[in-house]
């Protein structure tokens, strides 16, 4: 029997999500045309199921992503959904056709009101639920990161809190792919939640040591993105697959092998694994999956919607690829 992923609120804003949601990234960046048809039949696989929070931004196709949600969503009732979209980042459309970076680094609350007002026209709402400001961490801006924040707390920041006045959007946030960050921004102003990406999964287990139990302290609600640590928790150790957006080292080839060889004894899939995992611990109300075509929306809901046994995760702490006590039972 396929299971309807839960409603979950998102702290204390009266924002619901649901346990499961989907992100439009890979969607977004399909370069091929995507039919309105296609979009309303993954509309309707994904409501089937429960999924009602759905995750985009400016970037994800150079506005392609946002588009094509707002194709998905349309014709829904507005309360039977969440749409978080993010800012930070701005569509040059001269270039948006060119091999060169069409998007532009603009964290100023000019570009946090231009960006939310392109975004509700792509997604051809009056009003998103969750605004998160995107990627103003270190890996992302290296040296100039300390400028970045600055620009963002005194610019974006700002804007997003006249927005949640006015009620164009519900929620403020962080769209990034380091913790610390966050933790850095919500000891200045107040936020709500957080998106984090690839920073808490079976290969990257830091943030529920320290982090989560932080957020959950202060009733900060936590989508976990990046699950498969860019493709190879679904793929597998295979050659030329990545992690993190970068070429996988021998160690982590190794360690996923090793959770490989757990997995195929306990007949459960890797992806299954790694999804399960990442919607434990402290303060995480979504895990956030995201696929291109119908055939692959089928096979992530179905590793979603996968049982995996107490004794999986006691072999995986076990061997140390997991922490103990994850699932008693």
Not at 64 to 81: T, V, W
Not at 151 to 169: S, T
Not at 212 to 228: D, K, Q, S, T, Y
Request: net charge negative.
């Amino acid at each position: 029997m396929l299971t309807t992923f839960p409603a979950v609120p998102l702290g204390d804003t009266g924002v619901i999500i649901s346990a499961v949601g989907f992100g439009m990234g890979p969607i977004g960046w399909r370069t091929e045309p995507v039919s309105k048809e296609e979009l309303q039949t993954i509309g309707q696989k994904l409501f089937a199921r429960g999924v009602r929070y759905f995750d985009v931004a400016p970037m994800y196709g150079y506005g392609a992503g946002e588009r094509r949600l707002g194709a998905l969503l349309k014709g829904r009732e507005r309360s039977g959904f969440t749409v978080s979209t993010k800012v930070g980042r701005l569509v040059r459309p001269a270039l948006s056709r060119s091999i060169d970076d069409p998007m532009i680094f603009d964290y100023s609350a000019d570009s946090a009101w231009r960006s939310m007002e392109e975004s509700l026209q792509r997604l051809e709402l009056d009003a998103v639920d969750i605004a998160l400001i995107h990627d103003i961490d270190r890996r992302t801006h290296g040296a100039d990161q300390p400028a970045r924040f600055r620009e963002a707390l005194a610019g974006a920041y700002p804007a997003l809190a006249a927005m949640k006045e006015q009620g164009l959007i519900r929620a403020i946030g962080l769209g990034v792919n380091e913790w610390e960050v966050c933790r850095d921004v919500a000891e200045t102003v107040p936020v709500d939640c957080f998106m984090l990406a690839g920073q808490h999964s079976l290969l990257n287990q830091r943030a529920r040591e320290s982090f989560l139990p932080w957020c959950a302290e202060r009733n900060i609600a936590v989508m976990v993105a990046g699950v498969f640590n860019s493709g190879i928790l679904a793929k597998g150790a295979r050659p030329g697959v990545r992690y993190d957006y970068h070429p996988a080292s021998d160690a982590i080839l190794t360690r996923v092998r090793e959770i490989e060889a757990v997995c195929a004894a306990h007949t459960i899939a890797l992806p299954a694994a790694a999804i399960a995992f990442s919607a434990t611990g402290p303060a995480v109300a979504s895990v956030v999956i995201g696929a291109a075509t119908e055939e692959q929306i089928d096979g992530v809901l179905a590793c979603a919607d996968a049982d995996i046994p107490a004794d999986f995760w006691r072999e995986m702490a076990h061997r140390r690829l997991a922490p103990e006590g994850l699932f008693p039972g």
